[in-house]
């Protein structure tokens, strides 16, 4: 099992910009094994993809609704994932989720994840 804690979000207006961290603690476990996705949920919606690394060769992967305006970067040593977020939008607003899970496919799929955050709320205003 591998524990994660995240921090940052907020409130910001139009075409701000927010950083997210996702840090692990995994006893005994190696964090750099760990492919990190990260999803957001609306109220009222489903929580949706919007980003991950895998722990091999260094994949990431967007959804197109964030591509060129969020950007996932990790540090191993560290054991933290953040996700930069740039240009907001009001619809970016969401509860915003970290997972964690060791095999390195299907990073888009929420429930092949094992271990998530607590979330962390972002409100971006118009």
């Known amino acids: 099992q591998v524990q994660l804690t995240q921090s940052g979000g907020g409130l910001v207006q139009a075409g701000g910009s927010l950083r997210l961290a996702c840090t692990a603690s995994?006893?005994?476990?190696?964090?750099?094994?760990?492919?990190v996705g990260w999803f957001r949920q609306a109220p009222g919606k489903e929580r949706t993809f919007v980003g991950a690394t895998s722990w091999t060769n260094d994949n990431i992967v967007y959804a197109d609704s964030v591509k060129g305006r969020f950007t996932i970067s990790r540090s191993d040593a560290q054991d933290t994932v953040y996700l930069q977020m740039d240009n907001l939008k009001p619809e970016d607003t969401a509860l915003y989720y970290c997972?964690?899970?060791?095999?390195?496919?299907?990073?888009?799929?929420?429930?092949?994840?094992?271990?998530w955050g607590q979330g962390t709320q972002v409100t971006v205003s118009a």
């Open positions: 995994a006893p005994g476990r190696t964090f750099s094994r760990y492919s």
């Open positions: 997972a964690a899970k060791s095999e390195y496919v299907n990073l888009d799929i929420a429930g092949l994840y094992s271990n």
